[in-house]
């Protein structure tokens, strides 16, 4: 290696110096989807970004979706997956689905991927510890739910015993039953319970744009009252809605910064805590 890369590595490492002072001991919630999660270089990427937001004295929670992998499950058995505004309609056969591909599979590979590249991760359901209290949102979206209240001690207690949480987002009814939550909604009430340091989303687009679909226009740092009245004009729309009331949720809870960042590039966490010029969107109150 020639003698400029490695002064370049050093001047990186100078550069996050920092923000590693700052960030140490803090906790970021960091909600992870999209193409990060089916590309496996991506996620390699992802994973050693956690565990190393880890040993340099973060505590990271990581909160995960898996939308497109239960609809694939749902076609092998012979069910059409539906929805009504973005939320999947949830009946008892559904959520057993549900359940087995965000509980019992995609949060233990998770888990299992985070622990070979050298952390200690715990994955959790909203059962688990009661972590997760939810309430039924209405009966035309069957099992589906909306946080009702958050068991943020576990998480305290895990983090500082150096464990790096793993969360799928399913509910615990008070009668037992399971829940079917937004994984975006779940992250930023996360965020607001523990207190959080940072909430951060890894979405599939650079950020969001002052004109919807062209990547010139990235706004660097959103105010939460021109983040309402793009959603309510329609310039803000699909997937990016519940993204965006998130950051907006945690952010009204205390949370002093929210990010939203392409989970396309690789290393994009670090990116964004770690260096001066950071990417993304960053929605602020």
Same mark, same amino acid.
């Given at each position: $290696?020639?003698?400029?890369?490695?002064?370049?590595?050093?001047?990186?490492?100078?550069?996050?110096?920092?923000?590693?002072? /700052?960030?140490?001991? @803090?906790?970021?919630?960091?909600?992870?989807?999209?193409?990060? $999660? /089916?590309?496996e270089e991506l996620k390699k990427a992802v994973i050693l970004d956690v565990i190393l937001l880890k040993y340099v004295?973060?505590?990271?929670?990581?909160?995960h979706g898996g939308g497109p992998e239960i609809s694939q499950?749902? @076609?092998?058995?012979? @069910? &059409?997956?539906?929805?009504?505004?973005?939320?999947?309609?949830?009946?008892?056969? /559904?959520?057993?689905?549900?359940?087995?591909?965000?509980?019992?599979?995609?949060n233990k590979d998770l888990v299992g991927l985070i622990n070979r590249y050298g952390g200690k991760a715990i994955g959790l359901s909203g059962h688990d510890g009661n972590l997760i209290t939810a309430r039924r949102r209405?009966?035309?979206?069957?099992?589906?739910?909306?946080? &009702?209240?958050?068991?943020?001690?576990?998480?305290?207690?895990?983090?500082? &015993?150096?464990? =790096?949480?793993?969360?799928? /987002? =399913?509910?615990a009814g008070y009668d037992g039953e399971s829940y079917n939550i937004n994984a975006d909604?779940?992250?930023?009430?996360?965020?607001?319970?523990l207190k959080a340091d940072k909430l951060i989303m890894l979405t599939d687009v650079e950020g969001i744009f002052a004109e919807e679909g062209d990547p010139t226009t990235l706004i660097s740092a959103l105010e939460v009252d021109r983040a309402r009245r793009m959603i309510q004009e329609g310039r803000i729309s699909g997937g990016m809605?519940? @993204?965006?009331?998130?950051?907006?949720r945690a952010l009204e809870a205390g949370v002093p910064r929210t990010h939203i960042i392409d989970g396309r590039a690789m290393h994009s966490l670090l990116l964004e805590i770690f260096t001066d010029k950071g990417i993304g969107t960053m929605v602020v109150s």
């Open positions: $290696m020639s003698n400029e890369r490695l002064v370049e590595k050093a001047r990186v490492l100078i550069e996050a110096l920092p923000y590693i002072r /700052t960030f140490f001991g @803090k906790t970021f919630v960091i909600k992870y989807g999209g193409a990060a $999660m /089916t590309d004295g973060v505590n990271p929670v990581l909160v499950w749902m @076609k092998r058995v012979g @069910k &059409e997956p539906r929805f009504v505004n973005g939320l999947r309609v949830t009946d008892a056969e /559904t959520m057993e689905i549900v359940q087995m591909v965000l509980a019992g599979k995609i209405g009966d035309h979206l069957g099992l589906v739910g909306d946080v &009702e209240a958050i068991n943020a001690n576990l998480l305290h207690l895990l983090n500082r &015993e150096g464990y =790096i949480p793993v969360i799928a /987002t =399913i509910g909604a779940v992250a930023g009430d996360l965020a607001a319970a809605i519940p @993204k965006v009331e998130a950051c907006i």
